[in-house]
């Protein structure tokens, strides 16, 4: 038993056990939360495919390494730097946008809070009744219409192509400005808080190709401002007067007034809402069930 322990305490003896200090632990804290939203940013943008590209390249580089394939080791240490710089070019787009989200972070959210956002969420209850009731009436008349709602991320880029509005929002004021042969009724209505900011706004179209091809220019406008952006989209058809919303880059159709008004509370950020209508639908299987 006493070689044991001895064995034990020379073995330890051995053993080198760093000084940890405080900075070290945050040191290791940021790294790991940088790694962890560069693989998440890596994960949802086009980077990831280009990153299964680069692992293939890689696993063909470890076999010419193993076998000593001289002349691929020599194209490949020549071309290391050229293709650093296009991986760089190729990912401008999602670069520029992950370091504007950066901007746009709000690290100490948590320790200032706006009371106003508490109560209303990103825009009010009449906000969403407004465009619930331009939508319908618009609907009834087959008047074509395409309402941004902006979410957390901006959309200043967009409101510039078009012409500034800034006006509360009411249904009488959507239903005027897209009225047929009026100046602001081409292109697409912008809604920032509860404030419609522009009209006639030019906004990316999807080139998603799993859109059905009876759709038109207003509703692939609605589905690509939704894929580059986190904003929610209120289209009504001009040929049919039905009402979809474009969200996340899908498009869901054939909505009537209380499925539109319970859609749009998802970006209204609403705790006590959102709760609410949690409780609701809850109710409302338990219902169906018996």
Known sequence: MQQINLL???????????????TDVTEILIIAFLLYYILLWIKN????????????????????????????????????????IAIVVVLQPELR??????????????????????????????????????????GKAKTGALI??????????????????????????????????????????????????AATCYLPLSDNMELSKELGTRHRAGVGISEVTDSMTVIVS?????ISVAYGGKLERGLDAENLRETLRVIQDKPVEEKKRKLWKGKGRLRNEK
């Open 8 to 22: 034990i305490e020379n073995y330890l003896s051995k053993l080198y056990m760093p000084t940890i200090h405080w």
């Open 45 to 84: 943008t086009r980077a990831w495919a280009l990153l299964k590209g680069v692992l293939v390249i890689a696993a063909f580089v470890l076999i010419a390494v193993i076998f000593k394939m001289n002349t691929i080791l020599w194209i490949v240490t020549n071309l290391f730097s050229i293709a650093a």
């Open 97 to 138: 946008k992950a370091l504007e989200e950066l901007g746009r972070k709000n690290f100490f959210s948590f320790i200032v809070t706006d009371a106003s956002k508490l109560d209303d969420g990103h825009f009010s209850d009449r906000t969403i009744n407004e465009i619930v009731k331009a939508s319908v009436e618009m």
């Open 148 to 197: 941004v709602i902006q979410n957390e991320q901006p959309l200043g880029e967009y409101e510039r192509t078009g012409i500034d509005v800034d006006g509360i929002v009411s249904s009488q004021l959507l239903i005027n400005i897209f009225e047929h042969n009026t100046p602001l009724h081409d292109g697409a209505v912008i809604v920032k808080d509860n404030r419609i900011t």
């Open 238 to 242: 001009e040929e049919t007067g039905k």
